[in-house]
């Protein structure tokens, strides 16, 4: 069992930075992949960026190609994920997640809301 604990949201405005962080509680962080997620209001949730195991390989939605860095410390049990040029677009609450597989995850953490004025 994973649980996952999101922090590092906040508001700010159009062209800043946030970084937000994930912790995961268990011994076995360094064996799942983890992922970012984001959903807005009246949308439905979506990919925003995942690292393997190692942090040796990432991907990115295109929307935030360029702008975000997803990271991990697996001595901390942390992912990261920068945020950088931030756009209104870019406010949602914004979910981690890990799983076996970049493109499975089977545990999900709270989320972290993160809004972004004009």
């Known amino acids: 069992q994973v649980q996952l604990v999101e922090s590092g949201g906040g508001l700010v405005q159009a062209g800043g930075s946030l970084r937000l962080s994930c912790v995961a509680s268990g011994r076995t962080f360094s064996m799942y992949a983890m992922g970012w997620f984001r959903q807005a209001p009246g949308k439905e949730r979506e990919f925003v960026s995942t690292?393997?195991?190692?942090?040796?390989?990432?991907r990115y939605a295109e929307s935030v190609k360029g702008r975000f860095t997803i990271s991990r410390d697996n001595a901390k049990n942390t992912v990261y994920l920068q945020m950088n040029s931030l756009k209104p677009d870019d406010t949602a609450v914004y979910y981690c997640a890990a799983g076996p597989y970049s493109n499975y995850y089977n545990y999900w953490g709270q989320g972290t809301q993160v809004t972004v004025s004009s």
């Open positions: 690292i393997n195991w190692s942090g040796g390989g990432t």
